[in-house]
């Protein structure tokens, strides 16, 4: 089956540093992938929606500058919390569509990030 | 705006009992209803999804029943065991699953 794979699964990082989460298609080529964020025993809070080729697109309240998406290649995005702190500590996850259409969503394992 | 309510928020099960769980929703545009499991520190993975045209869908221990009228849709699961309890999420979308609404969640435990 489609496995969407995210990296690293945790890291920990200095208030005022900044972190990259990388999301990957292992076998299939993902036009679109979405990142989402959630807070301990919260629901998934949809930040973006990154296109290959194009700038990402953005929920209202998620800071663009803050969160940088990049959407290189059909199996990569990258998520960049930029000048982190400690309000930024969450479980952020992507997810990726195999074709398109109705083909159902893929969701990554996950990165918990903790900044100290 | 929330708009996109689970009820119960948590659920606690004999073994072999039947979970029930509720989501409704506000957005008559939503035309996909998936349900997701979620594990401690590991992503969501989708359970089961009806579309709006059938009102009811069962796979394996699984089904889902959609009234479209009251804006509501269940998890029914059968024979549960410890292995179901995870948080589960029912998550809308408009465009056949592009953009998921993810439901407030309900956390399930099984007993034995």
């Known amino acids: 089956g489609a496995v969407v794979s995210q990296h690293p699964s945790r890291v920990i990082c200095k208030s005022g540093t900044s972190v990259k989460i990388e999301c990957r298609s292992l076998d299939f080529q993902a036009t679109t992938m979405f990142w989402y964020r959630q807070f301990p025993k919260q629901s998934l809070m949809l930040m973006a929606t990154s296109n290959e080729g194009s700038k990402a697109t953005y929920e209202q309240g998620v800071e663009k500058d803050k969160f940088l998406i990049n959407h290189a290649s059909l199996t990569l995005s990258t998520l960049t919390v930029t000048s982190a702190h400690p309000e930024d500590s969450s479980f952020y996850i992507c997810?990726?569509?195999?074709?398109?259409?109705?083909?159902?969503?893929?969701f990554g394992n996950g990165t918990r990030l903790t900044v100290t | 705006q929330q708009q996109v309510k689970q009820s119960p928020q948590s659920l606690i099960v004999q073994k072999g009992g039947i979970s029930i769980i509720n989501c409704a929703y506000e957005n008559t545009a939503f035309d996909y209803f998936p349900w997701y499991q979620q594990f401690p520190g590991k992503g969501p993975a989708l359970l089961i999804a009806i579309r709006p045209d059938v009102s009811e869908k069962k796979e394996g221990r699984f089904t889902i029943s959609f009234n479209k009228s009251a804006k509501q849709f269940s998890l029914h699961i059968m024979d549960s065991q410890p292995g179901d309890s995870a948080t589960y999420f029912c998550a809308p979308s408009t465009g056949g699953g592009n953009k998921l609404t993810f439901g407030t969640g309900t956390q399930l435990k099984v007993e034995l």
């Open positions: 997810s990726a569509r195999e074709g398109s259409g109705r083909s159902p969503l893929h």
